[in-house]
Structures are given as structure tokens and as C-alpha cells.
T-cell receptor
Framework: DSGVTQTPKHLITATGQRVTLRCSPRSGDLSVYWYQQSLDQGLQFLIQYYNGEERAKGNILERFSAQQFPDLHSELNLSSLELGDSALYFC????????????FGEGSWLTVV | AQSVAQPEDQVKVAEGNPLTVKCTYSVSGNPYLFWYVQYPNRGLQFLLKYITGDNLVKGSYGFEAEFNKSQTSFHLKKPSALVSDSALYFCAVRPPTGRRALTFGSGTRLQVQP
């Protein structure tokens, strides 16, 4: 158990809809990262937050957004969903006590139909 | 920008034989290197890392990796493979400064045959 918790584990939704994925980082970790894993694109970095502030942006679409709240949990919002957004979305966290290691949650499986 | 290459999509070994999963990287400055493993329908599990120090690092489940700066490689190894090692393995690099998110390779599927 990495200590990173993601909900929901599985989600099926229709095209055009909006979903929110939730992540609780490891206790004490200030950084949260979101990654997308798809068959054709591999593991893609989406966005990083540090203590509530956006720290770095990767290949995140404009239809996607994220935020980190004062209690350090994070949410990834995906809107106007397309079939191609079907993927496994990972949240990860790191902090001063992780020795430069980034720990991943189990992921949220999103299927867009 | 940093990048990672895993030249083999799949590696097959017999149980009990040594295994190697290859990784090369490109990054400015001294790299932070990682190996993660993904079992079917599971998340990414941290195996081991190289930050500094001894070029041979040991990790979970009997895995080790050798950092070679001149060849910019960080190959994952295990002296004796188990069927239960069959999984998808990812190499990743994290720069020491700047945008510090991990950049992953494309993954190598390890199949250990009984």
C-alpha cells in the first residue's frame, strides 16, 4: 500500500459528460501529480500541484483541469469527454519524507462510451 | 527536456534464469532514476531508485539496477527470475531541478516462463 488513495476505482460515462477524480496523497506529502496511462500514449504527465499551487504542466488538455485543496487532497476534472479519454488516471505524491520517491495510487479506470 | 528509452517491448526468460530489462536516459545534470512495476489491473509500485552514491542499487523483491553514467543506462536486473515477476516494468527519470515530475519510458513487459 503506497498510502495514496484514489476514488473512484472504476467509472463509466458517456461522451460529452464531465467527471471528477479524487486523490488523497500520502500523509505529509505536499506535492501531487496526475498521470494518464493509455495504450497508445503510455504514461503521460498531466499536471503537478505543490501545497495548493500549480507547479508544473504536462500534456494536459484544455478540457481537463485540476486543483489541490487546503487539506492537500486533489481533484482532476475531465469535461466534454471523448472516447479517446478512456484511460487509467494515476495520482501520485511526494514530499520531504519520501526521499525523492514519487508514490502512486492504484489509479482510476475511466471508460467513455 | 528529459527522456527515457526502453528498447524492448517484451522480455521473456525462463524461471530461475537471470533477467535484464534495459533502460537508457537523457537528462540535463545528474539524473534521479527509478524503476516501477505494474501488475495487471494494479497501480505503479516503486521498486528502486538511484539518486547518488553506489552505482549498484538494490530494491524490492530481489531486484537491482546498475547506473552507468558513460552509457547513460540504468538496467534492471535480477539473478533468478520468478514466474510472479511477470509484469510491466517502467523506467523513469526525474531531473534534479526544475520541473520535477517523472518522465517514463514506454514500458517493458516481462514474461517469466515456468
Amino acid at each position: 500500500d503506497s498510502g495514496v488513495t484514489q476514488t473512484p476505482k472504476h467509472l463509466i460515462t458517456a461522451t460529452g459528460q464531465r467527471v471528477t477524480l479524487r486523490c488523497s496523497p500520502r500523509s505529509g506529502d505536499l506535492s501531487v501529480y496526475w498521470y494518464q496511462q493509455s495504450l497508445d500514449q503510455g504514461l503521460q504527465f498531466l499536471i503537478q500541484y505543490y501545497n495548493g499551487e500549480e507547479r508544473a504542466k504536462g500534456n494536459i488538455l484544455e478540457r481537463f483541469s485540476a486543483q489541490q485543496f487546503p487539506d492537500l487532497h486533489s481533484e482532476l476534472n475531465l469535461s466534454s469527454l471523448e472516447l479517446g479519454d478512456s484511460a487509467l488516471y494515476f495520482c501520485a505524491s511526494s514530499g520531504e519524507n519520501s526521499g525523492n520517491t514519487i508514490y502512486f495510487g492504484e489509479g482510476s479506470w475511466l471508460t467513455v462510451v | 527536456a528529459q527522456s527515457v528509452a526502453q528498447p524492448e517491448d517484451q522480455v521473456k526468460v525462463a524461471e530461475g534464469n537471470p533477467l535484464t530489462v534495459k533502460c537508457t536516459y537523457s537528462v540535463s545534470g545528474n539524473p534521479y532514476l527509478f524503476w516501477y512495476v505494474q501488475y495487471p489491473n494494479r497501480g505503479l509500485q516503486f521498486l528502486l531508485k538511484y539518486i547518488t552514491g553506489d552505482n549498484l542499487v538494490k530494491g524490492s523483491y530481489g531486484f537491482e539496477a546498475e547506473f552507468n553514467k558513460s552509457q547513460t543506462s540504468f538496467h534492471l536486473k535480477k539473478p533468478s527470475a520468478l514466474v510472479s515477476d511477470s509484469a510491466l516494468y517502467f523506467c523513469a527519470v526525474r531531473p534534479p531541478t526544475g520541473r520535477r515530475a517523472l518522465t517514463f519510458g514506454s514500458g517493458t513487459r516481462l514474461q517469466v516462463q515456468p
